[in-house]
């Protein structure tokens, strides 16, 4: 998401008020210069570009126990009050979890509501995506029924679930991931986003995917703190 609003210039237009949340409090992430480093930015905050109908929700903080529930219906409640035409879910999970199948194909998997696979099936099949796998609801058993299961995911499997319930168009877009430096993944995921929505275009002169410019945001250079002060030697 970081990468998206920091590509595309996307302006900030408010926040998503909820006590769901661990409250935080940072300067400007997308800081460009001197005079915008000195914005606030919170844990929920809501960014929009009109001329492409796109409306971004990035969450900076953790969930406070028990609390991720009502924030998945507050959350739903507000799509549907806002008569969003889609939601698309960018997520992740533990890649430790992968089966034999999963540790042999693409690192990248997809889920469509019902609602959903109505309009973009043939899209995505075109793409040759893959969608994720059903596995045992209850690990380590053989008997127990399947499911869809996003260990890792937080909050993922609950707003899929409630979405499908209320006939919500969800799409979630998840890549297994590893504890470590993510920014690779987060490109990772961003770039499989772009292979559907197109959100920006290849350069003419480079066609790749490695040519995709996306515009990496002054805060991730202190992703890993500013290193050892010199003193220490």
């Not at 008020?17 to 000195?38: F, R």
């Not at 959903?116 to 793409?127: A, G, P, W």
Request: hydrophobic share 35%.
């Amino acid at each position: 998401i970081d990468l998206i609003i920091s590509t595309l210039n996307m302006s900030k237009i408010g926040y998503f008020y909820t006590d769901c949340l661990v409250p935080m409090v940072g300067n400007n992430p997308y800081a460009t210069a001197e005079e915008n480093s000195t914005e606030l930015s919170i844990n929920t905050e809501v960014y929009s570009l009109p001329s492409r109908k796109l409306v971004a929700l990035q969450l900076r903080s953790i969930f406070i126990k028990y609390k991720s529930k009502p924030f998945c219906e507050k959350l739903l409640s507000w799509v549907k009050s806002s008569s969003f035409a889609r939601v698309i879910v960018l997520s992740s999970s533990h890649s430790y979890h992968r089966n034999d199948l999963q540790l042999r194909s693409t690192p990248f998997r997809y889920l469509l509501t019902p609602s959903m696979q109505k309009s973009v099936q043939n899209k995505i099949k075109s793409l040759n995506w893959e969608e994720m796998e059903k596995s045992p609801c209850i690990p380590e058993i053989n008997d127990s029924e399947f499911c869809i299961r996003i260990p890792g995911g937080g909050i993922t499997k609950a707003l899929y679930d409630e979405s499908c319930s209320k006939e919500i168009q969800m799409a979630v877009l998840l890549k297994f991931v590893s504890e470590g430096d993510n920014i690779p993944d987060a490109l990772g995921l961003v770039e499989y986003l772009n292979e559907w929505l197109q959100i920006i275009k290849p350069c003419s002169d480079e066609p790749t995917a490695s040519a995709l410019r996306w515009k990496i945001p002054s805060s991730w250079r202190l992703l890993f703190g500013s290193g050892l002060p010199p003193a220490l030697f």
